[in-house]
């Protein structure tokens, strides 16, 4: 079943009632709203006069609806998470703090080979040379020792958008904006599927800032980040106003947990391949598989 994602950019009251999500708003002209918490995925609130009620946060933290709150600047900074995320939890979490440096770097180096893959195949989608992407990803070494994830990502972004003033980097021009919204709803996806299988998002298996409770998700999410790439290179091309994150484009990214992608030899929703992504990712390191399972980029996003 694909969840819901939904949008909070006004004030508004958030209640609940029969398992229901009840909104409500200040203009008493408008009327209330109803939405089965089983249905909800994600929740974004960004306008800084919502109330919501702890009754409502209790029932969205049993469903595992990751509840995203945004900063002043509208991008989201904040991500509420449940204690138990899983039966086998305690038993998880020591399986993957055992997890061997060697492991480590062997998951490392299919997450880097799997993401410029993907920006590879993502070129050959829009009819650039993938060439120099795909040479790249054939020589990712154990732990990416040589850094081919950087070398591939300068000249992807290089060539992505054509657009002479723009570089990726998070306080640059459009669409970097954009960019920023987009990884950080990926995130939260990742984020959220790592707690529901049982794993702590906290320790990476690259990533290791002491100052970022999300390494782990900002490594599992690496070979998703093309697809995010996609959306908004579309934006570009259709003309789209990228020079603010307006509510129309924040919709649109907010699609993104729904949006098809082809992992393990079929069609699935993003979120549900997310939660695919991170169950192999705990069978390597519970020892019974290798191989991490991440999406291939076909460009096909059946439900955008």
């Not at 109803?34 to 974004?44: N, S």
């Not at 180096?109 to 009819?127: M, P, R, S, Y």
């Not at 992608?261 to 391949?273: E, K, Q, T």
Request: hydrophobic share 40%.
């Amino acid at each position: 079943m694909i969840k819901r994602t939904l949008f909070f950019g006004n004030p508004a009251y958030l209640s609940t009632k029969n398992d229901q999500l009840v909104v409500s708003f200040p203009d008493e002209s408008r009327e209330q709203k109803t939405i089965p918490i089983e249905d909800l995925g994600y929740i974004v609130l960004e306008h800084p006069q919502i109330t919501i009620t702890t009754g409502l946060i209790r029932k969205l933290v049993d469903n595992k609806t990751a509840v995203v709150t945004c900063n002043a600047q509208h991008l989201p900074t904040g991500f509420l998470q449940p204690l138990q995320g899983h039966s086998e939890q305690t038993e998880r979490y020591r399986h993957q703090l055992n997890a061997s440096v060697p492991l480590k770097k062997n998951l490392w180096q299919q997450t880097v080979t799997a993401k410029i893959e993907n920006q590879a195949l993502h070129f050959k989608k829009l009819g650039k040379n993938p060439l120099r992407l795909e040479r790249y990803a054939k020589e990712v070494k154990t732990a990416d020792h040589d850094n081919q994830e950087a070398l591939a990502a300068a000249f992807y972004f290089q060539n992505l958008f054509e657009l002479p003033e723009f570089s990726r980097n998070q306080k640059g021009v459009a669409p970097n904006g954009l960019l920023n919204y987009g990884y950080a709803i990926l995130r939260a996806v990742t984020a959220r599927a790592l707690i529901s299988s049982g794993l702590l998002p906290s320790i990476g298996i690259f990533h290791s800032n002491k100052y970022n409770a999300f390494t782990l998700a900002d490594d599992i999410m690496e070979p998703y980040r093309p697809f995010v790439d996609h959306i908004i290179w579309e934006m570009v091309q259709r003309g789209a106003d990228i020079e603010e994150v307006s509510t129309d484009l924040k919709a649109q990214l907010l699609m993104i947990p729904a949006i098809d992608v082809f992992i393990d030899g079929r069609n699935s929703p993003l979120m549900n391949a997310m939660s695919r992504t991170t169950n192999s990712l705990w069978e390597c390191f519970y020892g019974s598989s290798r191989k991490i399972k991440y999406p291939e980029f076909q460009g096909n996003f059946l439900n955008m």
